[in-house]
């Protein structure tokens, strides 16, 4: 497996947006999804338009119609394939690779990540319904949140999945909702590491002053209250350092650390068994972006927690991680047609999407930079700077920078790339805009995983009191 990034970008910059696409020397299965700007099956067709998991994405959008989400199958299965495959060969104990579906949850996705033998972890009685509607095993889901209600607990609870507890609330209302079941109901309990990362600032997690998990400081008292707790069996022990990250530095740290927390849980005779180190492995959003390979994180962690292990002479815990957009980030692009544009002399050229900031607001929130092409003509030049803006009543809707682009013109399909995280399952209807839909493509063969919102959707929530109709003409 190749660990460097291996895109056939230039130093002297792009020329054609067919280097965007992966350098197909080495068989696709050995890159590393996360270092590819585009999905590994992506493909110049003999018609000079992008192909992805064998279909045009141009066809695609007549299909389908436009924004469209359009997820590769071989490149997420890939992912999942190459955290599994690290883990047993870097790995002599039990491990588990659960999905953070935040990423993107909906029951295709899951679907696909069960199959692939991963768990996955949950942030919402939503996120919950939808895996187990996927039918996944309660014994692979985790459940995560620092508020989670009484009836999302009551949900999980019921369900049997392991829940992931954030606090001293959760902690109580969780024995006082388990009192009277004879099965004791599994937990792990989160931490803050404090280990700090260099990322954005709303997606660090680890740090001390951090809204997720325990400080470390209560720690005794924690495991103490679990001792009298005969109704909850805290079987590991979670901590997450944050996303989008580079460096192998924190996660190389994070398992001496966990394997302390571990001990001392030992000490209190709590049935510990697991050790769930988080996600955070970042991806190539940009030509600049240069994260380490799936297979390098799985390796740092692997053997950092087994020396830390054989230090204190501890045998091996079940070791879970939970990667979300390492997984499926590269596995998806958008696709949306060009409409308007707009040249200020010796400014801009401002050029229109028929989405924006409701179908992928990482651009809005975190200043996130993207990368597109127009794939209708690959191999064409790539001689025009645009900043390409969505279609939002909001001068901040703007999806990308000074764009690299062919001459476009209205009715193009522009794709904007790594768009399988954060995206879907971040968008909105700002402005009232249908959410796009989505499709699987496999082999040729392309399905509908997100039905295109109508504008019968838009208003099925919508209520309208009696006494506000006669105000209608
Ligand atoms: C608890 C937890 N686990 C896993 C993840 C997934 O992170 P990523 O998508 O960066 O892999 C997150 C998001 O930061 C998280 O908060
Ligand atoms: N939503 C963030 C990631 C959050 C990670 C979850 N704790 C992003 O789009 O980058």
Redesign the pocket.
């Known amino acids: 497996m190749v660990s460097t990034p291996s895109l056939k970008v230039p130093a002297s910059g792009l020329a054609t947006a067919e280097q965007y696409l992966a350098n197909s020397d080495p068989a696709i299965e050995s890159l590393s999804p996360n270092q590819q700007l585009l999905p590994l099956t992506a493909r110049v067709n003999d018609r000079d338009r992008l192909e992805i998991g064998g279909c045009d994405v141009v066809t695609l959008v007549e299909q389908f119609g436009s924004p469209l989400y359009v997820l590769d199958e071989e490149t997420l299965r890939t992912s999942c394939r190459q955290y599994r495959e690290a883990f047993s060969r870097y790995y002599s104990g039990d491990a588990l690779v659960i999905y953070?579906s935040?990423?993107w949850n909906c029951l295709a996705v899951c679907a696909i990540v069960a199959s692939e033998g991963w768990g996955i972890?949950v942030?919402s009685g939503g996120e919950l319904y939808t895996a187990k509607q996927a039918g996944m095993d309660a014994s692979t889901i985790y459940f995560?949140g620092n508020n989670k209600s009484r009836s999302e607990l009551q949900q999980a609870i019921e369900i049997g999945c392991t829940i992931?507890v954030d606090n001293w609330l959760e902690l109580e209302t969780l024995t006082e909702l388990t009192q009277g079941i004879d099965r004791p109901t599994r937990i792990m309990l989160?931490f803050t590491p404090g280990i700090e990362c260099h990322t954005h600032d709303y997606?660090k997690?680890g740090h001390l002053d951090s809204k997720?998990g325990f400080d470390p400081d209560s720690m005794e008292s924690v495991f103490d209250f679990l001792t009298r707790q005969p109704t909850l069996s805290c079987i590991g022990l979670?901590a997450?350092i944050?996303?989008?990250?580079f460096e192998l530095q924190p996660h190389r740290d994070l398992p001496s650390v966990m394997v302390e927390w571990f001990q001392l849980a030992k000490r209190y005779n709590l049935p510990i068994q697991e050790l769930n180190v988080?996600?955070?492995?970042?991806i190539r959003y940009t030509e600049d972006d240069d994260p380490p390979s799936i297979e390098d994180w799985v390796k740092v962690i692997c053997e950092s927690i087994t020396a830390a292990c054989k230090t204190v002479q501890m045998s091996l815990p079940r070791l879970v991680c939970?990667?979300?957009?390492?997984?499926i980030?590269s596995a998806c692009v958008t696709a949306y047609t060009v409409g308007s544009s707009k040249t200020i002399p010796g400014m801009r050229t401002y050029l229109t999407v028929d989405g924006g900031m409701s179908d992928n607001p990482r651009p809005i929130t975190y200043q996130s930079l993207y990368r597109a092409a127009i794939a209708d003509r690959m191999s064409a030049p790539l001689t025009e700077t645009v900043t390409v803006a969505g279609k939002h009543c909001e001068s901040g809707d703007v999806l990308i920078q000074n764009a690299q682009l062919p001459p476009t013109q209205p009715g193009d399909i522009l794709v904007v790339m790594g768009t399988g995280?954060?995206n879907y399952s971040m968008s909105s209807n700002y402005n009232r805009l249908p959410r796009p839909a989505a499709i699987v493509v496999k082999e040729g063969e392309a399905n509908l995983i997100l039905q295109r919102e109508t504008y019968q959707d838009l208003i099925r929530q919508d209520c309208l009191p009696d006494r506000l109709r006669g105000d209608l003409s």
């Open positions: 953070a935040k990423a972890d942030v995560h992931v989160r997606i997690t997720f979670h997450h944050g996303s989008q990250i988080g996600g955070g492995l970042g939970e990667p979300g957009r390492s997984a980030g995280a954060y």
